[in-house]
């Protein structure tokens, strides 16, 4: 790299990439649940799952959008010395740095079978479709202003930065 550049990453991308693996890996928890009668059985298990399907995905949804908006208002415009990072790869470096956390995740949502059949599946599947709203709601805020948000993927989102709403495609 030359110096000074550095890399970028789409926050809707980082996000959706989240919302992928949490809802799928939720789903085949939840699908694998149903085979189970656990120890409230079936009807109770998979009713409660619903209901926490329904809850988390509000709350996944809801929480820290504030903090999106207000780091999107306070963005920067992006130097001629940056690169901005492909989504596939930015979804890729996403699940190598989140891997074991997705794993522990799965498990405990499968072993959460024995107790309410499907209901931790179901939750981890309502946090994955909570976070993919969020993400088509990042994007409509991204539209709306005519820019794209990027942050650097290496570290937290302190502040975002800003191209045209054309780059990155």
Known sequence: MARGAYTLARVGVLVRAAARWLFWLGALAAVGGVFVPGLTGRRIGILGGAALFIVAAVLAFAVRRGRY?????????????VFLQD????????????????LAAFALAAASTLVASSAGGMLLA????????????FERLERSRDVRYWVRPE?????????GFLAGR
């Not at 207000?70 to 010395?81: E, M, N, P, Y």
């Not at 979804?91 to 956390?101: K, L, Q, S």
């Not at 309502?126 to 709601?137: M, T």
């Not at 570290?155 to 191209?163: K, L, P, R, W």
């Open 155 to 163: 570290s937290s989102a302190a502040a975002y930065e800003t191209t």
């Open 69 to 81: 908006v207000a780091l999107g208002a306070d963005a920067t415009r992006a130097g001629k010395s």
């Open 87 to 102: 989504r596939r790869v930015t979804a890729r470096i996403w699940v190598r740095g989140h891997r074991w956390w997705l």
């Open 126 to 137: 309502g946090a994955g479709a909570g976070l993919w709203v969020k993400s088509l709601w």
